[in-house]
């Protein structure tokens, strides 16, 4: 290899995209070619500076959020369209106008018809593939009895994130509030264990968890 | 991608199109952080970046019918996700404004003015920098910066998901590259 196909691979070298034979061709020339030495040099100066920018982190309950938007809109898909209907036949222009704004409403059913019958990969897709949040309520949740529900619930998010877990929903119950937990199996007996630090926990054997097998945990406010 | 995670996906991408929502979860979590990341890159703002990958993964379930070879799903949502982030930056609402410069000039240089590149230095940290410097590239050659160095993508992926030839994919790459080795030598020493 000469210097400019050196100098084509020397991000690949530094970022291991390279075979074990095209390796060892590009340390061997750089042992002996200062030009390509000082280039491999400053472009891995300048990768060490690039790799500083970190995102913060995301949402724990990221993924949840991602569901709760496909389900509410799997709900409400059907009636959207009969929802806009309603709200364009009642512009004041179409309530002047009732024989033209009839005459309209009915051609947009008939190509919505049309449509849906052009179209049946598209209707097979919303029908077919079942809502993404399909809860089996668990049976005794752990409860965990606080003077401050959201103090508790903020503490509740840190542990979730310190033993790895990720919070898959939350609702409000009456008096407090329910969360869904999915947790690590390997550190699912420490999380257990750490909830006391939010205060009074009550917790059977068994029956705390839903159908997917996620920890349900309430706050209830003491 | 190894192979094995490309089997992984694959066969998840197939129980999705048979109806098994579960399975999408199951994609969720394998790609929810790459794809949150590459989005913060393009945006900057956490919450538009969240956003934008939240409505990926939501047009990536309705239109996962329309997906030829399943093999592909990764560059695929990444291409969901690319436009996504292009049509909110169309909207200009929720991402940072840099200034607009996109020449080398205006970046103190610390050989020929220590004293301002000191200056720079103290304002901003190496990262708000590194932002800021990645973030004046075209959309061109930052978009193969992101896929290819913060996302580790291969450049057959990366050229998939740009729809671009893998040469090409090199070619802005180096020269992305290039352009912030220079902006970015004051901090080296």
Redesign the interface.
Known sequence: MDCNEVKEILYDYLTDRLSKEDIQTVKAHVATCKSCEKDLEELRGTLTILDKWKPPEFSPAFRASVLEALEERRSRKPATVVKRMIEWFLQPQHLKRPLQGLAVAAMVLVVITIYRGLNPVEDRTIRDVPSPVIVIEAKEPIVIETDDVSGAFDKLKRLIEVHQGSMVRRRPVEGGMEVTIKSDKDKEEKFLESLTQLGSVKKETEGFKDGDGNIVVTIMKN | MEPADVERTTELVQR?KD?N??A??DL??IY??MI??FC??KLYV?EA??DA??GA??KA??K??TLKDDSKFKPWLFSIARNVCMDELKRGKKFVELPEDDTMDAIPNGKANPEQALDHKQRMN??GI??EQ?GKLSEKYKDV?LLV??E?M?YEETAQVLNIPIGTV?SR??RG?ET??GR??Y??S
């Open positions: 999705v109806g929502a579960r999408f979860w969720l979590s929810e952080e949150y990341r913060y890159r956490k970046a969240e990958a939240r993964f939501i379930f309705e996962m019918g190496v990262e590194v932002m990645v910066l160095h913060y580790g291969s090199r790459l180096a590259l912030l080795r970015l030598e901090l080296r």
